[in-house]
């Protein structure tokens, strides 16, 4: 499986960007998505994940209420809509893929089997 994610760039605080994880193989429906973010100078953390049925969904705290995960089964891609944007979300995104696991651990970076070069998110002020 190979990942691609796309669609960031450099928005004002508040604005919206739409991420998108396109996979080379069969990925909705056979594994759990995930999208992480890391910071110059911080470690990579998790932002959200989705389960391979698209029915468990998890977001981090800095997520929730601000951030959507969906999937798109036709298009075979995985999404993260993120609205009112702030600075501190300024990171390089990355999607990821762990085969049919969909558990506590998901929130782990180690817990993934498949990663995606990343898509650079820059907030300004």
């Known amino acids: 499986v190979q990942l691609q994610a796309s669609g960031g760039g450099l928005v004002q605080a508040g604005g919206s960007l739409r991420l998108s994880c396109t996979a080379s193989?069969?990925?909705?429906?056979?594994?759990?998505m995930g999208w992480f973010r890391q910071a110059p100078g911080k470690e990579r953390e998790f932002v959200a994940g989705?389960?391979?049925?698209?029915?468990?969904?998890k977001y981090a705290d800095s997520a929730k209420g601000r951030f959507t995960i969906s999937q798109d089964k036709y298009k075979n891609t995985v999404s993260l809509q993120m609205n009112s944007l702030k600075p501190a979300d300024t990171a390089t995104y990355y999607c990821a893929a762990v085969f049919g696991r969909w558990d506590s651990a998901i929130i782990s970076a180690p817990a993934y089997e498949y990663w995606g070069r990343g898509t650079q998110v820059t907030v300004s002020s």
């Open positions: 989705i389960s391979r049925s698209g029915r468990g969904i």
């Open positions: 193989g069969r990925i909705i429906g056979e594994y759990a």
